[in-house]
């Protein structure tokens, strides 16, 4: 019984993953190439870093780092005035009123809709905090 298990095959290039390298995606859970070790050679097919928000290791594989990637990052960075009014605290029609007054930054779509840009926002929402 000296056999060993046929390695898993990586999810994004389909080539066996050895032990140093072996990781797991936190996107998709799937096995990916990842080299952990600086003293050995390995092949990369996604990424790792530490997420700030949980202080921990984040893997991803290529494939949900490139749809992270993909996604525009100004959409994280625009609000709408539902969005806005959460982020300030504030509520909508507060919201709405700085905006028709000057006081805020916005745009507004075909459909009439108010949008918002974040920092803008938590500006506002700063400079009215003692309101
Ligand atoms: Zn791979
Ligand atoms: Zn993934």
Same mark, same amino acid.
């Given at each position: ?65 490139? !749809? ?5 990052? #100004?959409? /994280? =960075? +625009?609000?709408? &005035? $539902?969005? %806005?009014? *959460?982020? @300030? ?20 779509? !075909? ?5 918002? #840009?974040? /920092? =803008? +926002?938590?500006? &506002? $929402?700063? %400079?009215? *905090?003692? @309101?």
């Amino acid at each position: 019984m000296s056999e060993t298990p046929a390695a898993c095959p990586c999810s994004i290039c389909a080539e066996p993953v050895e032990r140093h390298t072996e990781s797991y995606c936190n996107g998709c859970g799937r096995l990916f190439h990842l080299n952990q070790r600086e003293d050995l050679p390995g092949r990369d097919c996604g990424t790792v870093s530490l997420s700030e928000a949980h202080l921990a290791l984040e893997f991803l594989c290529a494939a949900c780092d490139e !749809a992270a990637a993909d996604a525009p990052a #100004e959409l /994280a =960075a +625009v609000l709408d &005035l $539902a969005e %806005a009014a *959460g982020a @300030a605290g504030m509520s909508e029609a507060a919201l709405a009123a700085e905006a028709a007054a000057g006081r805020l930054p916005h745009r507004r779509t !075909a459909g009439g809709a108010l949008l918002f #840009e974040r /920092a =803008a +926002v938590e500006r &506002l $929402a700063r %400079a009215g *905090g003692g @309101a």
